[in-house]
């Protein structure tokens, strides 16, 4: 699906999606690690349940939104991966005030 | 004459216009400016809402409060011809009241609305409302503020996706084989042979009748056919939040969640043009007010605040008027394009078509602006 560029050589940065040890690259965005990573599939609607992925990545579509360390609606392609942290796929709307 | 008539501005108000007029098989022509237009349609809170409106003025009530009854066709044919859905609902709208006084200013202005005369016609559904204390108000949107006052409910009240209900009118104006003309600002209107010359830049068409339907540019055009119509613009911000699971199914007066699930936070008024960027402080005021009304939002990140203008006269209510000088001009212009796009839909385009203005609309004429005032 994406390949990253061979010029580059960041070093690697390690977070965990649904619970799973992922590898990512320093300054990656969480979406652009997610797609690396083969995750196409990243949130679920509302409305329908459908599945969506990150789509325009600068910050406009709102369709990456994810869960990162417990705090739901956070745009994937605008957050940078920062080690160890914790991702999760959204299902649904998130309702204020309930964070874990 | 290239068209019977001519409607000079795509916003709201001129959508709900010429489509109306277009389903009296008038042949319509739209003169718009471009995406610099200062747009009220694609800024604004959404309300379709009659219940506090028309203090001083019951002719104002009584077509708020129609208009909302006509909404239910409106959306219901739009939807029909255009797949669309406006999204509105009319589940009843809570006037939340923070503090005692705010409650006690409340209940004694509606009391003053309800008693005026000429409130109740035939057709025109009645004003109700209630007045519900702390514990009621909690009772009923069990997640508001614990020092929320009470709040004044009307079941008149509802709100509805004023970008949907945009676009749906757009789409159906295209299917409808209207003429839209972006990018054409009108510089010029003069009276010929009966009709109408509209001009600007490059460009002239000519029309039997004409509808100024242009906002704050409604200033400049009218007196070139006799017409007057003096606005202010007055500019509002807005907060939007993230998405959220509905929490929230009635509208309230400066808070509501819309069927997307975006929390809207207004609503300021400031008497300026330049909006150029929200201001701080206000921002400050409307995100104050609305976590003492739904505490729940202290976690809810905003993701847009905005600012932009909407238009109002110089006692706030419409303007409807048809020139006298020039016959077939028609000037409209009102703060409340939305809750009014019903009435503006499905009831002025008849009277615009048969070329007289209802005696209903007669209190809505500038002439109440002339000093001295008309008798």
Redesign the interface.
């Known amino acids: 699906m994406f390949r990253r560029l061979s010029d580059r050589k960041e070093s690697s940065v390690s977070f965990t999606f649904n619970g799973v040890p992922t590898m990512a690259s320093q300054d990656d965005s969480v979406a652009a690690a997610l797609l690396a990573a083969g995750h196409c599939s990243t949130r679920r609607t509302?409305v329908s349940g459908a599945a969506r992925g990150p789509y325009c990545m600068m910050g406009v579509c709102?369709e990456c939104l994810v869960k990162i360390d417990g705090r739901p609606?956070r745009q994937a392609c605008l957050t940078t991966v920062v080690e160890g942290m914790r991702v999760e796929t959204q299902n649904?709307?998130?309702?204020?005030?309930q964070?874990e | 004459m290239d068209y019977d008539v001519i409607v000079i501005g795509g916003g709201l108000v001129g959508v709900s216009i010429a489509w109306g007029l277009s389903r009296c098989g008038q042949r319509i022509a739209i003169l718009d400016e471009g995406d610099v237009a200062n747009r009220a349609a694609r800024a604004n809170f959404g309300l379709v809402w009659s219940s506090s409106k028309g203090l001083g003025n019951a002719a104002y009530s009584r077509w708020s409060r129609t208009s909302t009854a006509n909404w239910h066709r409106l959306a219901a044919e739009l939807k029909a011809e255009t797949g669309i859905d406006t999204g509105f609902v009319q589940s009843g709208g809570f006037s939340i009241r923070l503090t005692p006084t705010e409650l006690e200013r409340g209940i004694a202005s509606m009391a003053r609305l309800a008693d005026q005369q000429g409130m109740d016609a035939e057709g025109t559904p009645p004003l109700e409302y209630e007045i519900l204390d702390q514990a009621e108000t909690r009772r009923r949107l069990p997640l508001i503020g614990e020092t929320v006052a009470g709040a004044i409910f009307s079941p008149l009240d509802g709100h509805a996706n004023p970008l949907r209900l945009f676009a749906g009118f757009h789409k159906a104006l295209q299917q409808r084989g209207v003429h839209y003309f972006p990018h054409r600002k009108t510089t010029a209107i003069r009276h010929r042979a009966g009709g109408f010359e509209v001009a600007g830049e490059g460009w002239r068409l000519g029309a039997g009748k004409i509808v100024l339907a242009a906002g704050i540019g409604n200033t400049a055009l009218a007196p070139m056919v006799g017409l007057s119509v003096p606005l202010s613009p007055s500019r509002g911000q807005i907060i939007v939040t993230?998405?959220?699971?509905?929490?929230l199914s009635h509208a309230t007066g400066y808070l509501r969640q819309t069927d997307e699930?975006s929390v809207l936070i207004g609503e300021s008024k400031e008497a300026t043009i330049d909006h150029q960027r929200p201001r701080g402080p206000i921002t400050a005021v409307l995100a104050e007010r609305a976590l003492r009304t739904f505490p729940?939002?202290?976690?809810?990140?905003a993701?847009r605040i905005w600012a932009a203008f909407r238009v109002v006269t110089p006692d706030g209510y419409p303007i409807y008027e048809q020139s006298e000088r020039f016959p077939g001009a028609f000037a409209v212009a009102c703060h409340s394009g939305v809750t009014l796009a019903a009435n503006h839909a499905l009831v002025l385009p008849r009277q615009i078509s048969a070329g007289a203005l209802s005696e209903d609309l007669s209190v809505f004429h500038s002439r109440r602006f002339h000093v001295p005032a008309a008798v």
Do not use: I
């Open positions: 509302p709102f609606n649904g709307a998130a309702m204020p005030g964070e | 993230e998405r959220l699971k509905p929490f699930g729940l939002l202290r976690d809810a990140r993701v």
